[in-house]
């Protein structure tokens, strides 16, 4: 058997036991390269180490620990709250309140399912107490959080662009971003539409939070109990109309304002400079960290520490594959079926149904890769299909079985049933899977074939 074979097989054995037991992927990934690295390739343990991608663990700290300031400061809440006080009372407007302020979380740091955790029991919650259909509800927050997950400040977008200079195919940034934007905005509008989205058009919240139908009558939607303001104070720390500040609020408006401006510095410095994305982050979080000390001084340990451990070994392992030759094998193969585009569609479902199961961080530097081949020979455009095995590998997050859907199954409202609530997220999740990635080729990569 050879090295590429064993290299593959040892990928899968890593999925397999990460998904089935509660150990984080990237310690098993140190595990596979150290042993197949060693005994099947013949490297010592520097060469093994030198895999890794230190500018891709740089940002990784970086963007996670400017977010987690963000988040203790009270900017994400404020962020919320302003987005939620902006819909003038439209109940029709709070799914996609929710699908915005997911997408901006993610966008500017945030790890996908971090972000479904903050809004996810927020939306659930106006869901219950509005009639506002839960899966709709549901998956318009994991559809945000991948809807800006792949912009260049991004944990997604800064892995797959990342992963993607180092194999020699340049660079996409806008494509991946606004691709992964504009498929999850269209999914979002289905959702809306299909799942009772134009029944909520005449309704309205009152400055009670209480519902009232178009004419002015009080409207009696999701049960017997109506919303009162305590109700819809709890759920976003401001009344839904005003979104006038809990006294409790964490961090000053200084804070606040500080944030802000570093996020956008870092956005600045990181695109208009072209300067590394991790040390602007960085950055940007001490000078946070020095202007007030006491407050951040324990926030380095909210930094996404098992996210650096998984993307730090799987990208160590993904060296490996490389070595091994593995995704010149499977992307010759794949080249070879006689249609470098069937060779794409094959490869959106391989990344789309494993995601389905495991962890999408993890897949992203294994996947990418595997493109050099049907890009060199089958004339693919590299952004283009990136972008397609991009989203093919993260929109079918909304699964059950992956760390964002099981979330919006945990916060499931009170009204609805958790095995019809599961049984719902089951469907839909399967639905995209099996449809999601034909679409996206179909979308993407056929018109630059």
Known sequence: MGPEWIAIIALVALFVIGTLLPINMGALAYVAAWLVGMYSLGLDEKEILGGISADLVLTLIGVTYL?????????????????????????????????????????????????????GPIALGFAGRYGISPLMMGMMVVHGAQAGGFSPISIYGTITNSVMEDAGLGSSHLTIFLSSLLVNTVMAAILFVVLGGRKLVTMRMDADGELVSAGGGTAAVGGPRRPDRSDARSATGATPTTGTPNPDDAGSRLEHVLTLLAFLAVAVVALAFDKNIGFAAITAAVVLSILTPKAYKDTVKQIAWPT????????????????AGSPEFVGNWAAGLGAAAIGALILCYVGGVVSAFASSTALLPVIVPIAIPLVAEGGLSAGLFVAALAVSSTIVDVSPFSTNGALMLANKPDTIDENTYYKQILAYGAIVTLVGPLLVWAALVLPGW
Request: glycine share 8%; hydrophobic share 60%.
């Open 308 to 323: 650096v451990l998984l993307v730090a070994g799987v990208s160590t392992y993904a060296t490996i594959l490389t070595t």
């Open 67 to 119: 977010f987690a300031i963000a988040r203790q400061n009270g900017t994400v809440d404020l962020i919320v709250r302003t987005a939620v006080s902006s819909v003038g009372g439209r109940v029709a407007l709070i799914p996609w309140v929710m699908f915005a302020v997911t997408a901006v979380i993610t966008a500017i740091g945030a790890a996908s399912p971090a972000a479904c955790a903050i809004i």
